[in-house]
């Protein structure tokens, strides 16, 4: 018999953290109504409610009430419709499945894979992604962001840097580096003075935090502070390796339930949302627990897709060299090599990985972004204050830089 | 989703084209006499695929072609190369190898030892062509595609299957009273970070397998210092047996490509490069090998593509997740004494069709083979 989303109950919810599952017993006969794969999804989502940011408990609750009123917008029954066509993986004839919809939606993709109907899942997301845009659309006013991405900590050559950025700007190959630091960093404080909005100010670092005294407004993460419970989960990992019986789902699967108290995880202090976050990008992400240049890129990902930022400084530092897998995860401390030379390589690309990332925001026709070099003499900068497609050999400095671009 | 592949497909034939001056298919056919005619008439045949899922950005798109030198200025000028193979299976590396292999989508758990559910062209090859084992090898870096070579198929199976060499393995054996100086060469994939203990029964098996190939493990193990990855490992493999056994049939899986999944671009480049010497280095190899030399079909392929740079749900080259038009549309290289040379192909094909095609070749019957012709080849 399927579990359909007519069965659910309000004691499915039971195990959810205390805000999610209010939310989700108030919506239950709207969610009873919701195609099975839509809805494994959007509970995943909703049962991280607790400790998401402000933009995204927002939008959330717009979903929810959209979705109730699904009978007056032909649209949305559209494309729940696509999620109704699907074939319906056996996981969802298991009695009480929604209360662990992270496992029932892995089931359900490996279903299907297996059953060749993973590209209809596929359209049928980015049709409903488009009715979310439009949500945004009606909920959040547009913002004048700014993103700025340090890169090439001690790499010198910088030969044809940031090719993919620079039709989108102008590419300043004569930037003088003195002072450049220190101006991005009293920008970022100054805009979080003017607008203090929570979680909207960001300095995400590779290494150590640059600076390490708090400012006012600014949430700062960085790969050299999270090393304890970077450690920690790497011994989880070694320890799941050694045993031989744990796949690499079901290694995800347990990642994805520990919390941070499991992994010792106090950077975030007080902050449970800031601490969750921090847990998320290293639970989620592919190689944030080895590769810091990783870190850096799937964490602006992250805050992009999530906290949709006003202001996000990027800087990145050298990772740790290639080697061999049980090496890279071993948790033995001591002095590592480093390759600041790959490391410049994989911050062009996620540099531009974030100004992709920074273009699926609302309003981003009005959003700046720069890139600069620390180590080297170049910078792009792409802002509607600029032009597209040019280099410039003036020579000029950082906050010149930023001046121009802010218009 | 294909318009995308399409547009792909033509700058990838406008770059060749201008490149190496060569033409399509149909203008081909008119013009060039086959080598074949001078061919003996069983040929030897040898797939590679191209490593761990590769996008076009770093390889065949303009913006790639840094990466990959050798196969541009080596081998394009003599092969055969479509433009447009379509995997329309599970983008999950076993799996998708399986289905290379078997000429079906196979639907299996990525992540579980499993056999193929369909014949593999070597157990298609053994028995039509009454072949020992001997003659049909897998050589495959991760511990994961131990069941690569035979399937579990009623019909077929049941010893039919290719002698499958996993060098990893051979290096923990040969390791074994050595100093494991070569940990660099034992990295499995990102995704797959689960080390099996080797049983004794293994152990045994793979000594017998040493023993066949004639291999020195002391020889083995010198190489090994000096390899850089698995894959320059498996490649010293595949010229040992060449050498020594010299199958009519040889099917090399490369995998350095998939640390991709860690999420270092510089790693994931340079792999693509040292992919790109390996299968140049192997070209050169069966040019100078007189069992090989004028007569061997050489295949190469990625599995699939990696995620598109555009694709909300993915995050660029990282993964290959989304199942997009990218990740799913790659290319085909063959050559051989009776390959044409100089011709692109646009038509869409599927990665299933290698199979059938290889049978034709081979002169064995792939009867339950879901694909179809690569006529251009034959």
């Known amino acids: 018999m399927i579990a359909s989303p007519a069965s659910l109950q309000s004691s499915d919810f039971a195990k959810y953290p205390s805000q999610a599952r209010d939310l989700a017993q108030r919506y239950l006969p709207t969610l009873t109504r919701l195609p099975v794969a839509f809805l494994a999804v959007f509970l995943r989502e909703l049962m991280g409610y607790d400790w998401q940011f402000p933009v995204e408990r927002a939008e959330t609750e717009a979903q929810l009430h959209t979705l109730r009123n699904r009978g007056d917008l032909p649209n949305l029954q559209q494309t729940l419709a696509r999620f109704d066509s699907l074939p319906i993986a056996p996981c969802f004839q298991r009695t009480g499945w929604a209360a662990q919809p992270s496992r029932a939606v892995e089931e359900m993709t490996a279903f299907l894979w297996s059953a060749g109907a993973m590209d209809a899942f596929h359209v049928a997301g980015a049709a409903y992604g488009d009715q979310l845009a439009q949500i945004r659309v009606q909920q959040e006013k547009v913002r004048d962001r700014l993103c700025i991405v340090i890169v090439g900590r001690d790499a010198t050559g910088e030969q044809d840097l940031f090719r993919h950025l620079r039709p989108h700007g102008i590419c300043f190959e004569n930037v003088s580096a003195g002072g450049g630091l220190k101006a991005v960093m009293s920008l970022l404080e100054k805009r979080a003075q003017a607008d203090p909005v929570p979680y909207a100010h960001w300095y995400v670092d590779g290494g150590e935090t640059h600076d390490s005294g708090a400012r006012a407004g600014v949430n700062s993460i960085s790969y050299g502070d999270l090393a304890p419970t970077r450690r920690n989960l790497l011994q989880y990992m070694v320890t799941a390796r050694s045993l031989g019986s744990v796949g690499p789902e079901e290694l995800r699967s347990r990642m994805m339930q520990m919390g941070p108290t499991q992994l010792g995880n106090s950077q975030g202090g007080s902050d449970e949302v800031l601490r969750h976050f921090e847990l998320s990008v290293l639970k989620e992400g592919a190689g944030t627990q080895i590769f810091s240049t990783t870190f850096v890129q799937w964490t602006a990902r992250e805050l992009l897709r999530r906290a949709r930022p006003d202001t996000l400084v990027l800087r990145y530092a050298p990772r740790q060299a290639d080697r061999p897998m049980n090496e890279l995860i071993s948790v033995e401390d001591g002095e590592q090599e480093l390759d600041p030379r790959g490391s410049l390589v994989d911050a062009e690309m996620g540099a531009y990985y974030t100004w992709i990332n920074l273009n699926r925001l609302h309003g981003e026709e009005n959003c700046r972004f720069i890139s600069w070099h620390e180590s080297g003499t170049t910078a792009i900068a792409v802002s509607p204050a600029l032009a597209k497609g040019t280099v410039s050999t003036q020579t000029c400095d950082v906050e010149q830089l930023l001046h121009w671009s802010l218009g | ?378």
């Open chain 2, 1 to 378: 989703m294909f318009r995308m592949s399409c547009e792909r497909a033509i700058s990838r034939r406008e770059f060749l084209r201008s490149a190496a001056g060569i033409g399509t298919a149909t203008a081909m056919f008119f013009g060039l006499p086959l080598r074949a005619a001078a061919l003996p008439p069983m040929p030897k045949t040898i797939v590679v695929t191209f490593g761990g899922g590769a996008r076009d950005e770093e390889t065949f798109a303009p913006e790639g072609q840094r990466y990959i030198p050798r196969l541009l200025e080596e081998l394009i000028p003599q092969a055969t190369f479509y433009t447009q193979v379509v995997n329309r299976g599970i983008l999950g590396h076993y799996v998708a190898n399986a289905g290379l292999a078997t000429g079906c989508y196979e639907t299996f758990d990525n992540f579980m030892p499993i056999a193929p559910s369909n014949p593999t062209i070597f157990e298609y090859y053994r028995r039509d062509r009454q072949r020992p084992a001997s003659d049909v090898w897998v050589i495959a870096p991760s511990n994961g595609f131990d069941h690569i070579g035979e399937s579990n198929h009623t019909l077929y199976g049941h010893g039919l299957g290719a002698t499958v060499v996993l060098p990893k393995q051979l290096l923990t054996l040969a390791n074994h009273h050595a100093v494991a100086d070569c940990d660099q060469l034992l990295r499995d994939n990102y995704e797959s970070p689960i080390a099996s203990p080797l049983t004794a029964k293994r152990q045994d098996s793979l000594h017998g397998m040493a023993e066949l190939m004639k291999l020195s493990m002391d020889d083995f193990l010198a190489h090994a210092r000096k390899s850089q990855s698995p894959d320059e490992l498996s490649l010293y493999i595949a010229q040992h047996v060449m050498q020594t056994v010299a199958p009519s049939l040889l099917w090399i899986t490369l995998h350095d490509i998939d640390i991709a999944h860690s999420g270092a671009f510089s790693l994931y480049t340079e792999a693509i490069t040292r992919t790109d010497s390996i299968c140049a280095d192997l070209w050169k190899s069966i040019q100078s090998n007189p069992e090989y030399a004028g007569k061997t079909n050489l295949f190469l392929l990625p599995d699939f593509g990696r995620d598109s740079d555009m694709s909300p749900g993915g995050n660029g080259f990282q993964h290959h997740r989304t199942g997009d038009a990218l990740s799913r549309t790659t290319w085909l290289m063959a050559m051989g004494p009776n390959i044409r040379q100089s011709v692109t192909v646009d038509r869409p094909v599927q990665s299933v069709d290698l199979v059938p095609t290889l049978a034709h070749l081979l002169g064995c019957n792939a009867r339950f083979s879901r694909g179809s012709l690569l006529t251009e080849v034959l």
